[in-house]
């Protein structure tokens, strides 16, 4: 079965544009949760999606936005890009929420973005 | 604010000894702990995940819980320079966000 699947791998933007992410979870898995990793830091978390609705949120502005397809897809926009909105970008899909194990989550390979 | 604590390292260790990782964290409503491994440049890894006070094993590697003292750590017995990575501990309350602590550097020398 294939993992979590993101695209683009790399991508470089400049200041003021904006950025759309992708992500496909795992096969069977309904949740996908969206994280900020910086250089030398642990993941931060944006969103979390369910049955396509916002189920979480992190501590981010609202240039971020996300939405979830009914193929549980994702999709993470960025607008107005700062420089320091250079990043690793991890997609992380969970199976359905209610039990203990369902809250394994897996990460996908992430998208690289530089903004200059 | 939700805290999660590591030594940021780096932890070097020689081939073939235990690498003993440590996390604490600040929310005492915290359900579930994971530990996660990632390779530089790459995604994290899960390695394991431990819900229940005591140790959990899983071939080189033993998770130990104490709740009481919000207090999570990682063995890796027989250690190999394969190991060699930076080691997350996440922790989630049943539903909510991860949080994620910034990561301990092991380094394995042959």
């Known amino acids: 079965d294939a993992g979590v699947t993101q695209s683009p791998t790399h991508l470089i933007k400049t200041r003021g544009q904006h950025v759309t992410l992708r992500c496909s979870p795992i096969?069977?898995?309904?949740?996908v949760s969206w994280y900020q990793q910086v250089l030398g830091q642990g993941p931060q978390f944006i969103f979390q999606?369910?049955?396509?609705?916002?189920?979480g949120r992190g501590n981010f502005p609202d240039r971020f936005s996300a939405r979830q397809f009914p193929n549980y897809s994702s999709e993470l926009n960025v607008n107005a890009l700062l420089l320091g909105d250079s990043a690793l970008y991890l997609c992380?899909?969970?199976?359905?929420?209610?039990?203990?194990?369902?809250?394994?989550?897996?990460f996908g390979p992430g998208t690289r973005l530089t903004v200059t | 604010q939700k805290e999660v604590e590591q030594n940021s390292g780096p932890l070097s260790v020689p081939e073939g000894a235990i690498a003993s990782l440590n996390c604490t964290y600040s929310?005492?409503?915290?359900?579930?702990f994971f530990w996660y491994r990632q390779y530089s440049g790459k995604s994290p890894e899960l390695i394991m995940f431990i819900y229940s006070n005591g140790d959990k094993e899983d071939g080189r590697f033993t998770a130990q819980l104490n709740k009481a003292s919000q207090y999570v750590s990682l063995l890796i017995r027989d250690s190999q320079p394969s190991d060699s990575a930076t080691y997350l501990c996440a922790v989630n309350n049943y539903g909510q966000n991860f949080v994620f602590g910034p990561g301990t550097r092991l380094s394995v020398l042959p």
């Open positions: 999606y369910y049955e396509k609705e916002e189920r």
């Open positions: 992380a899909s969970s199976s359905a929420p209610g039990t203990l194990s369902s809250y394994e989550q897996y």
């Open positions: 929310d005492r409503g915290s359900q579930s």
């Open positions: 096969s069977g898995h309904k949740s």
